[in-house]
C-alpha cells in the first residue's frame, strides 16, 4: 500500500475543530500532493463535518471502531457499513484502548476486522505490549498471540494494515528506539505471511504502522526505521503543522 499516515483523534475535537483542521489539511494537501496516504479518523458524530471539509482532497476518512455486526439492536455501536456509507476508507480495531477500557479480546477484533472487509473497508488492526509485558520479555509472545488471534483468513496486504503501538508508548512521552521497533516489525511481516485459510497469505504490500508517541520532532526516525510504513499519530494529529511535520517526514 506504500506509506500511510493515519490521525487518530480518539474522544477529542468539535464541530468547529473538525471543520478547521481538516480544512487546514486539506490546504496543504491541495498545495503540495503528499508521498503518504492520510486517513483521518475523527469521533463518529464528526465523520460527516471532517468528510466535507476534504471532499475533493486525496486525505481518506476513517471510523475509530466498529461493531462485528452489520446491524442490530446494538446502542452506541457504528456498524462497518454505516461508516462506509458515511463514506470512510478505514477503520481502527483493537486499539489498545479498547482492548483496555473494553475487554476486547483478540477473537472480538478478529470479527470487527472481518465485518470491515465485508463493508469493504481497511482495517487498521492494533497490537502491542504493555509496560509489564515488556519489562518480562513477552512482547514477542504477545504479538505472536494478537497477530494470530486479531487478523481475519481473508486479509491480504492489499486490504489490510496492521498497527503496532507499544502500549507503554501511547500518550506517555516515551519512544520506541529502532532497536524496539524492527523486530517488532519483522515478526509481524513473518506472522502475517503464516496465517489464511492455506496456511500462508499474501503478504507483499503489508503496510506496517507504528503508533506510540509519534510527533513532528521524531517523525523522520521512526519513519526511516526498516520495516515502518507509516504512522498511526494520537495527540498530533490534533494540531495541523505537527501532523503534516509526519506526513512529510515519509521517506
Known amino acids: 500500500m506504500g506509506y500511510l499516515i493515519a490521525g487518530n483523534w480518539k474522544m477529542n475535537g468539535s464541530p468547529a475543530l473538525a471543520r478547521d483542521l481538516a480544512a487546514a489539511?486539506?490546504?496543504k494537501a491541495r498545495a503540495r500532493a503528499p508521498r503518504a496516504a492520510i486517513a483521518l479518523c475523527p469521533p463518529a458524530p464528526l465523520l460527516a463535518a471532517v468528510g466535507a471539509a476534504i471532499q475533493g482532497t486525496s486525505i481518506a476518512l476513517g471510523g475509530q471502531d466498529c461493531h462485528f455486526a452489520d446491524k442490530g439492536a446494538h446502542t452506541g455501536d457504528v456498524s462497518a457499513?454505516?461508516?462506509k456509507e458515511m463514506g470512510c476508507r478505514y477503520v481502527i480495531v483493537g486499539h489498545s484502548e479498547r482492548r483496555a477500557d473494553h475487554h476486547e479480546t483478540d477473537a472480538?477484533?478478529?470479527k470487527k476486522a472481518e465485518a470491515a472487509l465485508r463493508a469493504g473497508l481497511v482495517p487498521i488492526v492494533c497490537v502491542g505490549e504493555t509496560d509489564s509485558e515488556r519489562e518480562?520479555?513477552?512482547t514477542a509472545a504477545v504479538i505472536a498471540r494478537q497477530v494470530r488471534g486479531s487478523l481475519p483468513d481473508a486479509a491480504t496486504g492489499a486490504n489490510c494494515v496492521i498497527a503496532y503501538e507499544p502500549v507503554w508508548a501511547i500518550g506517555t512521552g516515551?519512544?520506541?528506539t529502532v532497536a524496539d521497533i524492527a523486530p517488532v516489525h519483522a515478526?509481524?511481516?513473518t506472522l502475517f505471511g503464516e496465517g489464511g485459510p492455506a496456511?500462508?497469505?499474501a503478504a507483499a504490500g503489508l503496510t506496517i504502522l507504528y503508533g506510540g508517541s509519534v510527533k513532528g520532532s521524531n517523525?523522520?526516525?521512526i519513519l526511516a526505521c526498516p520495516g515502518v510504513g507509516g504512522a498511526l499519530v494520537g495527540g498530533a494529529s490534533l494540531d495541523a503543522e505537527d501532523f503534516w511535520k509526519i506526513v512529510t517526514a515519509c521517506p
Request: charged fraction near 20%; avoid cysteine; charge should be positive.
Open 81 to 83: 457499513v454505516l461508516l
Open 108 to 110: 472480538v477484533v478478529k
Open 199 to 201: 496456511g500462508k497469505r
Open 25 to 27: 489539511l486539506s490546504a
Open 174 to 176: 516515551k519512544t520506541a
Open 136 to 138: 518480562t520479555g513477552e
Open 219 to 221: 517523525a523522520a526516525a
Open 187 to 189: 515478526q509481524i511481516q
